[in-house]
């Protein structure tokens, strides 16, 4: 059974950094395309980036040039640097697992989730 854990969140000033981590257990992650999405209160989840297991990438253009999606097969865990953050990038971050090489940037085409991980930026 695969097993996603996000992790890395917390509360950090505009302009800060912060870098999200998603630790995949079961199946063989080498194989998954991962993705991060938000979700702020009262929004509906929204595609943040997304990495193909060829490592082909993608970003929302809210994000471009500010945030890197990462994985690192040896640990088995995706990561989201996230840079020059705003008090929009306010939300819920999650990360997502697909078995299939997609390029999708509809929540409905990852098959597995993590819990999320609080992400705040004060003004």
């Known amino acids: 059974q695969v097993q996603l854990v996000d992790s890395g969140g917390g509360l950090v000033q505009a302009g800060g950094s912060l870098r999200l981590s998603c630790a995949v257990s079961g199946g063989t992650f080498s194989t998954y395309a991962m993705a991060w999405f938000r979700q702020a209160p009262g929004k509906a989840r929204e595609f943040v980036a997304r990495t193909t297991w060829t490592a082909v990438t993608a970003y929302a253009d809210f994000v471009k040039g500010r945030f890197t999606i990462s994985v690192d097969n040896a640990l088995n865990t995706a990561y989201l640097e996230m840079n020059s953050l705003k008090p929009e990038d306010t939300a819920t971050y999650y990360c997502?697992?697909?078995?299939?090489?997609?390029?999708?940037?509809?929540?409905?085409?990852?098959?597995?989730w993590g819990q999320g991980t609080q992400v705040t930026v004060s003004s």
């Open positions: 997502a697992a697909a078995t299939t090489n997609t390029i999708s940037r509809i929540p409905a085409s990852y098959s597995y």
